[in-house]
Structures are given as structure tokens and as C-alpha cells.
């Protein structure tokens, strides 16, 4: 086995779409909107989340995902993060190489340490981003380009270190309105050519790029709100998506796909949907 197969058997995505072999997920146990960071969850904060149906719609969608081959690494929970259960946040998965950088916001700082020891726990080798903040949810890949957001929780100066790192890269940042917290929240792709969008959270000029680019699915106000562009690919058009945002799931349906749809309302509460809850480790071009 030469070495590049070795590092191929731990770590490897080059893009959103290609058939998932391994994913990193962690339970719900402690879920709940203890300091409002999003619209989402000032929506919900006094309704408040219900950690038993959290953590049924959780083991459902790992269900899931076992169901389809997918092997799921399941971090152990803490107490003190509320905010665990969104995985995609603390690291991002990009050819053979796991990025982990620092959390923005106080209540999830310390995240990234859980998902460090495992990996050395695995023998999993990882580049720490040291006091820099760029999270999961606002990289997107697709192949040698990598659309970036610019958020509360990702910082432009952050980025460019990152294009220092990675010259052969073309990193394109994307500015987008700050209540929709990750660009994943507003822009998914799901193929090589096609992606979903919701086109009011981001300047003309960038949506303008993304449709030049991709056939568009675009999702309305209702359904953003139910994150609709945060559904989650393993491959083979299989695509994770929310019962509810059924114009969505049509036009996914419409292109060929097979939408799984599996319960997760009561996760969403707290301001993230399916891919907001895994970290690809592994992904087949």
C-alpha cells in the first residue's frame, strides 16, 4: 500500500457530493439555547429544546446513515458545549488533510479540543489553524475551488492565511448577511454543476457568479428558515432533506435524486440541519 493510500484510509474530501465512507457526529445529550447566537434560536428560545426528541431524531439519522455504509464516529458529549451537536463547525476535511482551527464564539470554544484528542487517539493527523477562526460551515468544496464565507465566525484574515497555506487552491470568499450565521445556510452544493441557493442572502454579484456556474435550486424565504440549503450529500444522489421543505425535495427529485428524509425539527431549533451536524472524514472522488 503506498503512503498516499494510507493517508486515503484516514482522511480524504474533495468535494460536497462524492460517496461517504466516514462521518463525524456527536449526540444532542446536551443540546439547549443557553446564550441566543442566532435568529434561529431566538425564535425557539422560549419554547426551548426537547432533548428526548433530539436525541431520537439524531440516532435516527445515524440510522441513517449505517444504513447507506456510511461508518459514523460519534464524539463523546459534554455538558459544558450546548452547542456540540453541530460537528461540520470544529474542522473541515480537505484532500488529505483535517483542518482544525479555533471557535469564535465563547460557548463552543473548547469544541475543537474533544475532536483533537480523537483524532490523536486514531492516529489521525490534523493542521491546527492556531488563532484563527474559520469554521466548517462556511467552507464549501468543490474540487480545486473553495468558496469561503465571511461571517461572525470566519474572519477575512483568517482566509487569507489560508490561501497562504493552500496556493493551489482557488479560494473565493463570499460575504453574506450575517443572521444566516454559516454560508452553508444560504448556499449547498450537491453535484458538479448543480446547488442549492437562497438568493436574498447574499449580494447580486455572487449569486450572479453562482449561477454562471451551477444549475440553481433556489429556496424561498419559508423554507431557509427551515435551512432547506443545508441538506447533506453521501454520494450516489442520495441527499438528506427535511420532510417539510417540499419544494425543495421536488426539484431534488426532479434532477434524479433520492431524497432521505428523516425528522430533525427539533435539532433545527438551534439554528443547523444535517450538514451542520457531520464532518466528512472520508469522501470517494
Given at each position: 500500500m503506498t503512503v498516499l493510500e494510507q493517508l486515503k484510509k484516514k482522511s480524504y474530501c474533495v468535494n460536497e457530493y462524492g460517496k461517504l465512507k466516514k462521518v463525524v457526529l456527536c449526540e444532542p445529550k446536551h443540546m439547549t439555547i443557553r446564550d441566543v447566537i442566532n435568529d434561529t434560536q431566538k425564535h425557539f428560545q422560549h419554547e426551548g429544546i426537547h432533548i428526548q426528541v433530539a436525541m431520537k431524531q439524531h440516532k435516527e439519522f445515524v440510522k441513517k446513515l449505517e444504513e447507506h455504509g456510511v461508518e459514523v464516529i460519534l464524539l463523546p458529549p459534554a455538558k459544558k458545549f450546548p452547542e456540540q451537536v453541530f460537528t461540520r463547525d470544529i474542522g473541515f476535511t480537505l484532500g488529505h488533510t483535517i483542518f482544525v482551527a479555533d471557535m469564535a464564539n465563547k460557548v463552543r470554544q473548547g469544541e475543537e479540543e474533544i475532536l483533537k484528542d480523537w483524532l490523536k487517539?486514531?492516529?489521525?493527523?490534523?493542521?491546527?489553524?492556531?488563532?484563527?477562526?474559520?469554521?466548517?460551515?462556511?467552507?464549501?468544496?468543490?474540487?480545486?475551488?473553495i468558496y469561503i464565507g465571511i461571517s461572525d465566525r470566519t474572519k477575512k484574515f483568517s482566509i487569507e492565511h489560508l490561501k497562504s497555506l493552500l496556493p493551489q487552491f482557488n479560494i473565493i470568499t463570499i460575504p453574506f448577511k450575517n443572521n444566516y450565521l454559516h454560508l452553508d445556510c444560504v448556499f449547498?452544493?450537491?453535484?458538479?454543476?448543480?446547488?442549492?441557493?437562497?438568493?436574498?442572502?447574499?449580494?447580486?454579484?455572487?449569486?450572479?457568479?453562482?449561477?454562471?456556474?451551477?444549475?440553481?435550486?433556489?429556496?424561498n424565504h419559508e423554507e431557509q428558515f427551515r435551512l432547506g440549503t443545508n441538506v447533506f450529500s453521501i454520494g450516489d444522489k442520495k441527499v438528506f432533506s427535511l420532510p417539510t421543505n417540499r419544494h425543495v425535495n421536488e426539484e431534488l427529485r426532479k434532477r434524479g435524486y433520492e431524497v432521505i428524509?428523516?425528522?430533525f425539527d427539533e435539532i433545527i431549533k438551534s439554528g443547523g440541519s444535517y450538514r451542520c451536524c457531520t464532518m466528512p472524514l472520508i469522501r470517494e472522488r
Amino acid at each position: 500500500m503506498t503512503v498516499l493510500e494510507q493517508l486515503k484510509k484516514k482522511s480524504y474530501c474533495v468535494n460536497e457530493y462524492g460517496k461517504l465512507k466516514k462521518v463525524v457526529l456527536c449526540e444532542p445529550k446536551h443540546m439547549t439555547i443557553r446564550d441566543v447566537i442566532n435568529d434561529t434560536q431566538k425564535h425557539f428560545q422560549h419554547e426551548g429544546i426537547h432533548i428526548q426528541v433530539a436525541m431520537k431524531q439524531h440516532k435516527e439519522f445515524v440510522k441513517k446513515l449505517e444504513e447507506h455504509g456510511v461508518e459514523v464516529i460519534l464524539l463523546p458529549p459534554a455538558k459544558k458545549f450546548p452547542e456540540q451537536v453541530f460537528t461540520r463547525d470544529i474542522g473541515f476535511t480537505l484532500g488529505h488533510t483535517i483542518f482544525v482551527a479555533d471557535m469564535a464564539n465563547k460557548v463552543r470554544q473548547g469544541e475543537e479540543e474533544i475532536l483533537k484528542d480523537w483524532l490523536k487517539g486514531e492516529e489521525v493527523s490534523y493542521f491546527n489553524i492556531v488563532s484563527d477562526y474559520i469554521e466548517g460551515g462556511d467552507v464549501i468544496i468543490d474540487g480545486d475551488t473553495i468558496y469561503i464565507g465571511i461571517s461572525d465566525r470566519t474572519k477575512k484574515f483568517s482566509i487569507e492565511h489560508l490561501k497562504s497555506l493552500l496556493p493551489q487552491f482557488n479560494i473565493i470568499t463570499i460575504p453574506f448577511k450575517n443572521n444566516y450565521l454559516h454560508l452553508d445556510c444560504v448556499f449547498n452544493i450537491i453535484s458538479p454543476t448543480e446547488a442549492l441557493i437562497y438568493p436574498e442572502g447574499m449580494d447580486k454579484k455572487d449569486y450572479k457568479m453562482f449561477q454562471s456556474r451551477f444549475d440553481l435550486i433556489e429556496v424561498n424565504h419559508e423554507e431557509q428558515f427551515r435551512l432547506g440549503t443545508n441538506v447533506f450529500s453521501i454520494g450516489d444522489k442520495k441527499v438528506f432533506s427535511l420532510p417539510t421543505n417540499r419544494h425543495v425535495n421536488e426539484e431534488l427529485r426532479k434532477r434524479g435524486y433520492e431524497v432521505i428524509e428523516v425528522a430533525f425539527d427539533e435539532i433545527i431549533k438551534s439554528g443547523g440541519s444535517y450538514r451542520c451536524c457531520t464532518m466528512p472524514l472520508i469522501r470517494e472522488r
